[in-house]
């Protein structure tokens, strides 16, 4: 069984910054590209960021780039994403996903392991 795990949400004030944990776990369990989405109340889940498997693929969605950065330590089967300039539209449910392959995608639909969100609320 495979487990992933987010940490590191809370509530910061517009212009602040937090950085997003998620450990994958699991028997026989190696990884592939693993992303960040996110879903505010009322709206659909949408991506956020991604990294391939070695790191060196990332994307973003448009209204992150410049102020989150996402990276992450295989050896530790870890991802990162750290925030920078949060905005108030930035608050959401953050959900760590991870893929079979190593190929960054940006529907959900391609992701097989989940984690159970943590919030981020971002006041203005």
């Known amino acids: 069984q495979v487990q992933v795990v987010e940490s590191g949400g809370g509530l910061v004030q517009a212009g602040g910054s937090l950085r997003l944990s998620c450990a994958a776990s699991?028997?026989?369990?190696?990884?592939?590209?693993m992303g960040w989405f996110r879903q505010a109340p009322g709206k659909e889940r949408e991506f956020v960021a991604g990294?391939?498997?070695?790191?060196?693929?990332?994307d973003y969605t448009d209204s992150v780039k410049g102020r989150f950065t996402i990276s992450r330590d295989n050896a530790k089967n870890t991802v990162y994403l750290q925030m920078n300039s949060l905005k108030p539209e930035d608050t959401a449910v953050y959900y760590c996903?991870?893929?079979?392959?190593?190929?960054?995608?940006?529907?959900?639909?391609?992701?097989?392991?989940w984690g159970q969100g943590t919030q981020v609320t971002v006041s203005s």
């Open positions: 996903a991870v893929k079979a392959n190593g190929l960054v995608t940006i529907d959900p639909k391609g992701y097989i392991y």
């Open positions: 699991g028997r026989t369990f190696n990884p592939g590209a």
């Open positions: 990294i391939s498997w070695s790191g060196r693929m990332t």
